[in-house]
Each structure stands twice: as C-alpha cells, then as structure tokens.
C-alpha cells in the first residue's frame, strides 16, 4: 500500500522568531518556496508570502524584541490556507488594531476597502495599507484575537480561490 | 541618496540607492523610464523612494511628457509602506491638472504579485495606470 500523496493532507509550518527586520525578505522567499512545494499545481504561493510578508512586518515593530511566531496550514481537502501571526502588544495596540481591522472588514468588497486605504494612508510614514493590502491582494479574509499579552493576526482563506475581479471585467 | 547627473550622459538622470534597491530615471529613444530594481522592503522606503518620485515628477513636467514607462520588471517585491510611493506618485500626476501624464507599467511575470499590486493601482487611478 502506497502513502497517500502529501498534497491530500493539511500541511503545517511553525516558526518562532526574533526576527530583526532584515529577515522579513527571507522569510517571504521561504514561505512563497514552501507553499509552491506544498500545493504543486495551485497559484497561491506569492499571494500567500504577499501576507505572511505584511503580517510579519506589522508584528516585529510591536514585538519589542520578543518572539513572533508564524503558523501557516495548508489544506488540499479542506481546499484552506491558514496564516496566524501573533506577537506581544499592549491593551492599547490591541485595540488599535482591532479598530483599524474592524473599519477594513466593515467594508464587503475587498477593493474598495483598499483604495479607501489608499486614499486616506499617510504618504511620508509607514503604516495604514498593510491590512486591506492582504484582504484584497491575497484574497484572505482577517481576524485579530487577544491571549494574555499577545495577539494574533489570523488571515484565512480559499487555497484554490477565484479570479481577481475588478469593475470593468479585468482579472488576474 | 539621491544625486542628479549631467543631461545627456548614459548615466540615469535621476537615480537613488538603498542596500536592497535602487531606482534610475533614463531618458531612452523610446522615451523615459524608470526603472526600480531588487527589494523595497526597508521600515519606511518612503523616505527615500518619495523624494525621488518628487524629482522625477518635476523632471516629467518640464519635459511635457505624456507619459513614461516605469520598469518593474527587476523589482522583487515592494512592501506595503513602499507602495505608497506609487499611490503618492499617482497623487501628485492628479494634482497637475493639464500637464498630467500616464504611468505606463511594464511587469515581470515571474514576480506574481506585480498582478495584484497593479490591478490595484490601475483601480485607484484608471486615467494615471497603465499596465503593459
């Protein structure tokens, strides 16, 4: 009897970190390597390393020098990708980002969700696209809960997800 | 940093530089282009990539260009505060009323998010995008 092919079964990637900023770029090379691996023949790969590379960006600032922990599933079967980042953050930070992400999910379509983000993210400072960046680009949908001093960024999604689609019929 | 060269030269009329990536503005036969290369993944590239937007903007004005072709096609990945940039760029093309011109996008298929990224744009600004 042969073992079942590993793309049938949910596929698990764990990594604790105390990353400085300058292993974000790594760390999105390997995810896009190890999805491609993971799903051969599906496209989600740079969709996926998009968000855990945005994720990942948002939570290093708020670490404060403590460990960022990434788990990423992906679930032929279950036709599921699952991308959860969480980091140490204050009661403030929490609600901050609660507050942000709750103003980006009130939105139903994605893109004009981001291009209110466009156009009201501040030009000459970091911060404010991230977010709606990855509901829209990386077709995932986002939820933020809190455990004791740390919270968790969760974006999930459809592994075989549909066509972009956009006003005017244009698709990627 | 920035740093202006003589007109004419080979070398790029505008160029910056960070460890990751670097943006150049030629003048070429088949008009302008701006070429970013390697990845713009830094805390706040802005602070480098919004000041060179400023120039080569200025640079397309006085030129009466209608539009130019931004290179991405070396360009690995940009972030979301790098991104911004565009949008910025985008932002000030609309400001300049009758002298706007049009960005003229030439990807990488290899580098998939550009896709998205640029989907996007041409979204935010119809008139200002175009993707090659």
């Known amino acids: 009897m042969t073992e079942p092919s590993t793309t049938t079964r949910p596929i698990y990637l764990m990594l604790r970190m105390k990353p400085p900023w300058v292993f974000v770029d790594e760390i999105r090379r390997f995810v896009e390597s190890f999805c491609a691996c993971a799903c051969p023949g599906e496209t989600r790969e740079a969709q996926v390393a998009l968000a855990v590379h945005e994720l990942m960006q948002n939570a290093i600032p708020h670490a404060g020098g403590e460990n960022v922990d990434l788990t990423l599933q992906v679930d032929p079967i279950a036709d599921r990708i699952e991308i959860a980042v969480s980091n140490p953050a204050t009661e403030e930070q929490f609600l901050d980002f609660k507050r942000r992400l709750d103003r980006i999910n009130t939105e139903p379509d994605p893109l004009q969700s981001y291009l209110r983000a466009m156009s009201e993210a501040p030009m000459n400072q970091r911060g404010g696209l991230g977010l709606a960046r990855v509901r829209f680009e990386a077709q995932l949908e986002l939820s933020i809960t809190r455990e004791g001093n740390r919270i968790t960024v969760l974006a999930w999604g459809r592994l075989r997800a549909p066509l972009l689609q956009v006003p005017g019929g244009i698709h990627v | ?132």
């Open chain 2, 1 to 132: 940093m920035s740093s202006p060269s003589l007109p004419g030269a080979r070398t790029p009329i505008i160029q910056v530089s960070e460890e990751k990536y670097s943006a150049s503005l030629h003048v070429e036969p088949l008009g302008t282009r701006v070429h970013f290369r390697g990845t713009i993944s830094t805390v706040n590239p802005a602070g480098v990539l919004n000041p060179f937007v400023d120039q080569v903007h200025e640079h397309l004005l006085k030129a009466g260009a209608k539009d130019v072709r931004v290179d991405f096609t070396e360009l690995e990945f940009c972030n979301s505060s790098g991104f911004k940039s565009f949008i910025y760029w985008i932002q000030k093309i609309q400001a300049a009323g009758d002298k706007q011109y049009r960005l003229r996008f030439i990807s990488s298929p290899a580098r998939k998010w550009q896709r998205t990224s640029l989907l996007a744009l041409s979204c935010y600004s119809p008139n200002a995008v175009e993707i090659g």
